[in-house]
């Protein structure tokens, strides 16, 4: 699926070189409200080789920038087929792309993707409450506030789209 400046594609096995770094590194767990995973590189590789095998409950595609470069990660999970809805994801990992519009395009991509292909009618997100440049992201993309949550240490802003929204055009 290609957008205006990315294209989503199936994750690769030679994608995990990259996850692994965006995965051990403090600023982007810390974005994620995360910890850098205490795995080797060859332990992440075998995971990584599973989730390609198996994967699960969760739809992930990579993200490339039009050069060919693998710049980040989008999902889908916590899908709800009585409520047809499901919570997504997103990182862009390599901080080169970052402010450049690439997360609402790719966002804005994978939305559409959804929406065309499945029955999925709201998509649901979590983000950290002072993290104001992916708020600006996903209401570019058309999300709007719906609740708050804490957990742990962390607050949290939810967010939805439902797919009218999405299909006229608020994004």
């Known amino acids: 699926m290609a957008g205006r400046i990315v294209r989503l594609r199936s994750r ?3 994608d995990a070189a990259d ?8 600023e ?3 974005l994620d409200a995360t910890t850098p995973i205490d795995l080797t590189y060859p332990e992440f590789m075998e995971r990584h080789f599973v989730e390609l095998e198996y994967p699960g409950l969760t739809y992930t595609l990579a993200i490339d920038a039009l050069d060919g470069r693998h710049i980040g990660n989008c999902s889908m999970f916590n899908f709800d ?3 047809n809805s499901a919570e997504t ?3 862009i990992g390599e901080k080169a792309y970052w402010d450049r519009g690439y997360g609402s395009d790719a966002l804005n991509t994978f ?3 959804v929406f065309d292909t499945s029955s999925i009618q709201r998509v649901m997100l979590r983000t950290l409450d ?3 440049r992916a708020q600006k992201c996903f209401e570019k993309c058309g999300f709007r506030p719906s609740g708050s ?3 742990g240490e962390y607050n949290f802003i939810l967010m939805e789209i439902r797919q009218p929204q999405l299909l006229a055009g608020n994004h």
């Open 12 to 14: 690769r096995l030679e």
């Open 19 to 26: 996850e692994y770094r965006w995965r051990t590194d403090e």
């Open 28 to 30: 982007m767990c810390r």
């Open 81 to 83: 087929i009585l409520n």
């Open 89 to 91: 994801g997103i990182l």
């Open 111 to 113: 939305l559409q993707h």
């Open 130 to 132: 002072w993290n104001q």
């Open 149 to 151: 949550l804490a957990k």
